[in-house]
């Protein structure tokens, strides 16, 4: 399979719930970032896995967890949803040798 | 703080026209990527420049990385509908961890 692809790709919850977005990518993209985008602005880097490990962290609450699994798929967690947790939620995913990354189309998240 | 600024924030233009987008750091990067972002889908890499003063070109668009690895430019010529969209510009930072800018809307109308 080729490309990275997100579900569910619309998601309304309400506040106080959780939510767990889910992403699979390439064969041999060890590598799987997760990114926050409001509307019109740039991705902001929630956290980053390599080989199923966290190596990188950015600026999230610890209610925002992840998980990458062996078969190049993984999973953002969010607990205690809040109103502002409405965005647009991209998985992107590489290899060891690249320096781009591929992502997938997103998770559209709302939360009332 | 943002690390990496993109301008102009907003560009509307006509057919034909050509256009420039910045991006500008106070830090240096190793290399930095351009993206383009449809409505609905996500980022699509167009270009990485590594080498500082470098120049790439992808049919009508020119990206410039600037010699101190500080900023990079994107050039389009004869701007069509179809380049409609959000640019991007990303760079690794703390390592690898990919950062992006705050983003250029182009709106081309025919």
């Known amino acids: 399979e080729t490309g990275v692809t997100q579900s569910p790709t619309h998601l309304i919850k309400t506040r106080g719930q959780q939510v767990t977005l889910r992403c699979s990518s390439q064969?041999?993209?060890?590598?799987v970032s997760w990114y926050q985008q409001a509307l019109g602005q740039g991705p902001q880097f929630i956290f980053q896995?390599?080989?199923?490990?966290?190596?990188g962290r950015g600026n999230f609450p610890p209610r925002f967890s992840g998980l990458q699994f062996p078969n190049y798929s993984s999973e953002l967690n969010v607990n205690a949803l809040e109103l502002d947790d409405s965005a647009l939620y991209l998985c992107?995913?590489?290899?060891?040798?690249?320096?781009?990354?591929?992502f997938g189309s997103g998770t559209r998240l709302t939360v009332v | 703080t943002q690390l990496l600024e993109q301008s102009p924030q907003f560009l509307s233009i006509q057919e034909g026209e050509n256009l420039t987008v910045y991006c500008n750091s106070s830090?240096?990067?190793?290399?930095l990527q351009w993206y383009r972002q449809e409505p609905g889908e996500g980022p699509v890499l167009l270009v990485t420049?590594?080498?500082?003063?470098e120049v790439k070109k992808l049919k009508r668009l020119t990206f410039q990385f600037g010699d101190a690895r500080k900023d990079s430019s994107l050039h389009i010529t004869a701007a069509q509908t179809g380049d409609t969209g959000l640019y991007l510009c990303?760079?690794?930072?703390?390592?690898?961890?990919?950062?992006f800018g705050t983003g250029t809307r182009l709106q081309v109308f025919p």
């Open positions: 992107a995913s590489r290899t060891d040798r690249g320096y781009g990354y591929t």
């Open positions: 064969s041999g993209h060890n590598t």
């Open positions: 896995y390599y080989r199923e490990e966290e190596n």
């Open positions: 830090s240096v990067f190793s290399s």
């Open positions: 420049v590594v080498t500082g003063g």
């Open positions: 990303a760079g690794p930072y703390n390592t690898d961890k990919l950062i």
